[in-house]
């Protein structure tokens, strides 16, 4: 079983923070990234480094699916349309 995930007053208030001060400059990139980071929060969602190199991976309970394995530096909005669906 999978343990719920609680996001604090605290954390919301941070990332309402941090959409507020990228917007001054991009809405759509502060939209975005607050995106990302509530689908950090995706329990089943994980990642691994070995050296420079990411692997995301999803856990199910009948499998791991190996979503991407990249450099670190790379941004995750270049392989986006494969965490979605």
């Known amino acids: 079983m999978v343990a719920a995930l609680i996001w604090s007053s605290e954390s919301l208030d941070d990332i309402d923070a941090i959409a507020q001060f990228i917007s001054r400059d991009s809405p759509h990139?502060?939209?975005?990234?607050?995106?990302?980071?509530f689908?950090?929060?995706d329990?089943?969602?994980?990642?691994?480094?070995l050296y420079s190199y990411?692997?995301?991976?999803?856990?199910?309970?009948?499998?791991?699916?190996?979503l991407a394995v990249l450099?670190?530096?790379?941004?995750?909005e270049s392989i986006g349309e494969r965490f979605e669906g």
């Open 39 to 41: 689908e950090l929060g």
């Open 71 to 76: 450099h670190g530096r790379r941004l995750l």
């Open 54 to 66: 990411r692997l995301i991976y999803e856990a199910r309970p009948d499998r791991i699916a190996v």
């Open 29 to 37: 990139h502060a939209q975005r990234v607050v995106e990302g980071l």
């Open 43 to 49: 329990v089943q969602v994980r990642e691994r480094f």
